[in-house]
């Protein structure tokens, strides 16, 4: 389960779409190959941005990747490029966040007129690489393996009470034997005490 | 629980002894005492007459609540009678409690029946708001009940694209029943002595539903996590409950394998003991030695002399 980037984008009300900001994960493909599969995802993400309308959410499979894209009624769109493997919500709660995060920072009247080399937005590297795992970063997910584990470790635990159940019906049995064979040898002690005074 | 207070007519039969007698001295304390007690009535009286109102406004809430109808429903009545019986319940709780302290503190003042008597009187309280908070509950969840099928009605007659909220992250009201919702309420609304009032909240954001929000795949898709996880939830605790439960019922298999073990220690020493008393007497009684040794001798002899 990988992602291979993350993009910040403004898609103004006439169309145009301009990137703000983006990171990449490529450390999976060939040296050389790099800056075009770079080039080619921010072409990517951009005609996916120009094709989704306001106020939506999509998930577009394109080769051997997904583009989760989302752009939000003040024309933010932000896109994520995973594989096959990467769950969609976990996908569209890093977009959620990471655009909340943008426009919190980053004042709005900036977001059309700004340039990409301007934008003082660090985090996104940082997103990416937390992200990799979807497990550990997203909470649902990781409450839900979690409480999977637990539900494990607690079938186990029912078995082995199971099991001590077992043994102690054993061991009251055992214990049973044994109290009575101790009356009889008190009930024999005390024969032998009295039946053999008359000696 | 309504009580007569009589106690006017006791002081006065009192008064009238007492002039017979001329008995003067023990009067300021019985005087003392009757106040006490009368003090302890007239609050008992008085919890036991809110008790029967908050039960007749409850008999006409359960009324209310019963009615299925789909138009005729009076929500905003209903709301105000069970936000009037919450505050009675609430402050019957804290009559209750002030009455339980005023018969602690009067312990030392009266007698050993008249402790119990202010005692008994206190459980029968309590136990009255207790059924009475049960209903209540009870009534809640019918009221509940209710308005879901109301909605599924008006759902099916009303036009396509009303969808309900999912119980997601995001806001409150949903159609479903979740339990993580009902243990929010809890916190919030919780009393002592009375059972939980979860339902009263329910109620009022279930009025709340809001049919704006458009289908979207993923806040479903958060929605079903949510109450996947929910589910799981509840799951591992009914599993720890029965896990408790099997503990426990293994606990009376160890107390039966004590008893057992006490039992043939106590037959081991007694036996032990007679062993010892056997022994005993075998050593020191010569009177049976010397019959052992006579028999020897005598066969000792026969032999002999029957062989020689």
Same mark, same amino acid.
């Given at each position: 389960?990988?992602?291979?980037?993350?993009?910040?984008?403004?898609?103004?009300?006439?169309?145009?779409?301009?990137?703000?900001?983006?990171?990449?994960?490529?450390?999976?493909?060939?040296?050389?190959?790099?800056? +075009?599969?770079?080039?080619?995802?921010?072409?990517?993400?951009?005609?996916?941005?120009?094709?989704?309308?306001?106020?939506?959410?999509?998930?577009?499979?394109?080769?051997?990747?997904? @583009?989760?894209?989302?752009?939000?009624?003040?024309?933010?769109?932000?896109?994520?490029?995973?594989?096959?493997?990467?769950?969609?919500?976990?996908?569209?709660?890093?977009?959620?966040?990471?655009?909340?995060?943008?426009?919190?920072?980053? +004042?709005?009247?900036?977001?059309?007129?700004?340039?990409? +080399?301007?934008?003082?937005?660090?985090?996104?590297?940082?997103?990416?690489?937390?992200?990799?795992?979807?497990?550990?970063?997203?909470?649902?997910?990781?409450?839900?393996?979690?409480?999977?584990?637990?539900?494990?470790?607690?079938?186990?635990?029912?078995?082995?009470?199971?099991?001590?159940?077992?043994? #102690?019906?054993?061991?009251?049995?055992?214990?049973?034997? #044994?109290?009575?064979? +101790?009356?009889?040898?008190?009930?024999?002690?005390?024969?032998?005490?009295? @039946? @053999?005074?008359?000696? | 629980?309504?009580?007569?207070?009589?106690?006017?007519?006791? =002081?006065?039969?009192?008064?009238?002894?007492?002039?017979?007698?001329? &008995?003067?001295?023990? !009067?300021?304390?019985?005087?003392?005492?009757?106040?006490?007690?009368?003090?302890? &009535?007239?609050?008992?009286?008085?919890?036991?007459?809110? =008790?029967?109102?908050?039960?007749?406004?409850?008999?006409?809430?359960?009324?209310?609540?019963?009615?299925?109808?789909?138009?005729?429903?009076?929500?905003?009545?209903?709301?105000?009678?069970?936000?009037? %019986?919450?505050?009675?319940?609430?402050?019957?709780?804290?009559?209750?409690?002030?009455?339980?302290?005023?018969?602690?503190?009067?312990?030392?003042?009266?007698?050993?029946?008249?402790?119990?008597?202010?005692?008994?009187?206190?459980?029968?309280?309590?136990?009255?708001?207790?059924?009475?908070?049960?209903?209540?509950?009870?009534?809640?969840?019918?009221?509940?009940? &209710?308005?879901?099928?109301?909605?599924?009605?008006?759902?099916?007659?009303?036009?396509?694209?009303?969808?309900?909220?999912?119980?997601?992250? !995001?806001?409150?009201?949903?159609?479903?029943?979740?339990?993580?919702?009902?243990?929010?309420?809890?916190? &919030?609304?919780?009393?002592?002595?009375?059972?939980?009032?979860?339902?009263?909240?329910?109620?009022?954001?279930?009025?709340?539903?809001?049919?704006?929000?458009?289908?979207?795949?993923? %806040?479903?898709?958060?929605?079903?996590?949510?109450?996947? %996880?929910?589910?799981?939830?509840?799951?591992?605790?009914?599993?720890?409950?029965?896990?408790?439960?099997?503990?426990?019922?293994?606990?009376?298999?160890?107390?039966?394998?004590?008893?057992?073990?006490?039992?043939?220690? !106590?037959?081991?020493?007694?036996?032990?003991?007679? %062993?010892?008393?056997?022994?005993?007497?075998?050593?020191?009684?010569?009177?049976? !030695?010397?019959?052992?040794?006579?028999?020897?001798?005598?066969?000792?002899?026969?032999?002999?002399?029957?062989?020689?």
């Amino acid at each position: 389960m990988k992602l291979f980037a993350l993009s910040v984008l403004y898609k103004s009300p006439d169309g145009k779409v301009n990137q703000l900001k983006a990171a990449h994960e490529l450390s999976s493909f060939g040296y050389f190959q790099r800056g +075009s599969i770079k080039e080619f995802m921010d072409f990517t993400s951009k005609i996916i941005v120009e094709r989704t309308a306001q106020c939506s959410r999509a998930s577009v499979k394109e080769q051997e990747y997904i @583009c989760h894209v989302s752009v939000r009624s003040d024309n933010l769109a932000g896109v994520v490029i995973a594989d096959h493997e990467y769950p969609q919500r976990v996908a569209h709660t890093l977009i959620n966040r990471v655009l909340d995060e943008f426009s919190s920072k980053i +004042s709005q009247q900036q977001w059309p007129v700004i340039k990409e +080399s301007e934008v003082n937005f660090t985090t996104l590297p940082d997103h990416l690489q937390k992200y990799q795992d979807p497990k550990q970063s997203d909470a649902m997910t990781r409450i839900q393996s979690d409480l999977d584990e637990t539900k494990i470790i607690l079938y186990n635990t029912m078995e082995q009470v199971l099991e001590r159940g077992e043994k #102690l019906d054993d061991l009251v049995e055992k214990s049973e034997g #044994l109290s009575m064979q +101790s009356k009889t040898f008190y009930k024999t002690a005390k024969k032998t005490n009295s @039946c @053999c005074v008359i000696l | 629980m309504t009580c007569r207070d009589r106690s006017n007519e006791f =002081l006065s039969a009192v008064k009238l002894l007492q002039s017979r007698q001329g &008995n003067g001295l023990v !009067m300021p304390k019985q005087r003392r005492d009757l106040r006490a007690r009368s003090e302890f &009535n007239v609050i008992a009286k008085r919890i036991g007459r809110d =008790l029967a109102n908050t039960f007749a406004k409850l008999e006409k809430l359960t009324l209310l609540a019963k009615r299925k109808s789909l138009f005729d429903d009076k929500p905003v009545e209903i709301q105000e009678l069970t936000y009037i %019986i919450k505050q009675d319940i609430n402050s019957l709780n804290k009559q209750i409690a002030q009455l339980q302290e005023l018969s602690r503190s009067q312990r030392a003042q009266n007698g050993k029946h008249a402790q119990t008597h202010s005692n008994s009187v206190v459980v029968a309280l309590q136990s009255k708001l207790a059924s009475m908070s049960n209903d209540f509950k009870g009534v809640l969840e019918v009221r509940t009940e &209710n308005l879901k099928h109301q909605k599924e009605r008006r759902d099916q007659f009303s036009q396509a694209g009303a969808t309900s909220l999912p119980p997601s992250s !995001m806001g409150p009201g949903g159609q479903t029943k979740s339990l993580l919702y009902e243990e929010e309420n809890r916190q &919030n609304g919780g009393s002592d002595f009375a059972i939980n009032m979860d339902g009263l909240d329910k109620n009022q954001h279930q009025q709340q539903l809001q049919l704006v929000d458009q289908q979207d795949a993923y %806040i479903q898709s958060r929605a079903d996590t949510m109450q996947n %996880i929910e589910s799981t939830i509840v799951e591992l605790g009914s599993i720890f409950t029965q896990l408790a439960h099997m503990v426990q019922e293994q606990e009376e298999m160890v107390g039966r394998i004590d008893a057992n073990i006490e039992d043939t220690q !106590m037959n081991i020493e007694a036996a032990h003991s007679e %062993i010892l008393k056997y022994f005993q007497s075998v050593t020191s009684n010569r009177w049976l !030695m010397i019959k052992i040794f006579g028999v020897l001798i005598v066969f000792f002899i026969i032999f002999v002399v029957f062989m020689a």
